[in-house]
C-alpha cells in the first residue's frame, strides 16, 4: 500500500514510518525541508508540505494522487512565531481531510491527543476540532488518542490498523496503564467523537 504519512520527521511519525515500511509498504513523508529528510531518510519518499501555510484544499488536492491510505501525525505542541496551534493542528489537517474526501483515499488515520475532551484548551483543543472535522466526512477514519505510549508500541498499532483495515469510524484509547491485546487493536476502546465547534 502506498501510504502518505504526514509528520514523518517527528519522533512518533518515524517510528510509524519504520514499522509500515518492515510490513511492506511504500511510505512518502510530508517535510517543510523535504531535500533534508530525503538526505537524513533516503527509505522514504518524499514531497514537501507545511502545516503552517497549507491551509486549502487546493493546497493539498494534487498531492494525493496514487495513495491508498492517509496517516497525519503532524502536530506542535506549543506554539511559535509562525506555527499556531489552529493552523497546525486544525487547519491544515482540516484541509488535507477535506481532500481526501473529494479524491481519495478514503483511509484515513489521525493521531489525537489523550483527555482532549476533558481538557480542551490550546494543543487540546485544536486536536479535538480536528477529531470532529475527520468525523464528519465521508472517509474510512479512525482516531487514535494516544497517552505516554512507547513509540514503537504506538508504531505497530497503527500499522496493524493498516493492515487489518479496521477499526472505521472509532476512536481508540491508547494508553500505557496496561499491555494493548491485539483485538482491541481491531475492535477498539471506543469514545465519541464530539461534533466540531462553530467558529
Not at 517535510?31 to 519518499?45: K, T
Not at 476540532?129 to 464528519?136: C, V
Request: glycine fraction near 8%.
Amino acid at each position: 500500500m502506498r501510504i502518505l504519512l504526514t509528520g514523518a520527521t517527528g519522533f512518533v511519525g518515524h517510528h510509524v514510518a519504520q514499522a509500515l515500511l518492515a510490513a511492506g509498504h511504500e511510505i512518502v513523508g510530508c517535510s517543510r525541508h523535504r531535500n533534508e529528510a530525503l538526505h537524513r531518510w533516503p527509505d522514504l519518499g518524499w514531497i514537501r508540505a507545511d502545516f503552517s501555510t497549507d491551509l486549502s484544499v487546493d493546497a493539498w488536492r494534487p498531492r494525493l494522487t496514487g495513495f491508498q491510505a492517509v496517516i497525519n501525525t503532524a502536530a506542535i505542541v506549543r506554539e511559535r512565531p509562525g506555527q499556531s496551534f489552529e493552523a497546525v493542528n486544525f487547519e491544515a489537517p482540516l484541509a488535507l481531510f477535506r481532500a481526501c474526501a473529494e479524491r481519495g483515499p478514503r483511509r484515513v488515520i489521525q493521531l489525537s491527543a489523550p483527555d482532549c475532551e476533558r481538557d480542551a484548551r490550546g494543543y487540546a483543543a485544536t486536536k479535538l476540532l480536528a477529531e470532529g472535522a475527520l468525523a464528519a466526512l465521508d472517509l474510512d477514519w479512525t482516531i487514535v488518542r494516544a497517552s505516554l505510549l512507547h513509540a514503537e508500541d504506538l508504531a505497530s498499532a497503527i500499522a496493524r490498523l493498516i493492515e487489518d483495515g479496521g477499526p472505521l469510524h472509532a476512536v481508540l484509547e491508547l494508553d500505557e496503564s496496561r499491555p494493548l491485546a491485539l483485538h482491541e487493536v481491531r475492535g477498539g476502546r471506543r469514545a465519541q467523537v464530539p461534533a466540531r465547534r462553530s467558529a
